[in-house]
């Protein structure tokens, strides 16, 4: 199996870019509907496509999956910093 080029790494931050604005969509319609649950004082459930529940559980899932994406992309491009062609 062949290393990784510097061009295999940026493409695969290019995809985790992609995950990132996913899990940031979450935690945007989670917020909208707990807004909304405070608003209207009635129970919502929501789902973004994948997991359905309250919006508390939505953002929580979104933030975290968002910090650990986030953390992986610095090590990606620390280690894109070092790589010597």
Same mark, same amino acid.
Request: charged letters at 10%; proline letters at 2%.
């Given at each position: 199996m062949k290393p990784m080029t510097k061009g295999d790494w940026i493409a695969t931050i290019l995809?985790? &870019?992609?995950? +990132?604005? #996913?899990? $940031?969509? +979450?935690?945007?319609? /989670? =917020?909208?509907?707990? &807004? $909304?649950q405070a608003t209207l004082g009635q +129970?919502? #459930? =929501? /789902?973004?496509?994948?997991?359905?529940?309250?919006?508390?559980?939505? @953002?929580? =899932?979104? $933030? @975290?999956g968002t910090i650990i994406n986030l953390f992986l992309m610095v090590c990606i491009g620390i280690h894109l910093l070092r790589i010597k062609e």
């Amino acid at each position: 199996m062949k290393p990784m080029t510097k061009g295999d790494w940026i493409a695969t931050i290019l995809g985790m &870019v992609i995950i +990132e604005m #996913i899990f $940031l969509w +979450e935690i945007d319609i /989670s =917020v909208s509907a707990m &807004v $909304l649950q405070a608003t209207l004082g009635q +129970e919502i #459930i =929501v /789902s973004n496509g994948w997991i359905i529940g309250s919006p508390s559980f939505t @953002y929580h =899932v979104g $933030l @975290y999956g968002t910090i650990i994406n986030l953390f992986l992309m610095v090590c990606i491009g620390i280690h894109l910093l070092r790589i010597k062609e």
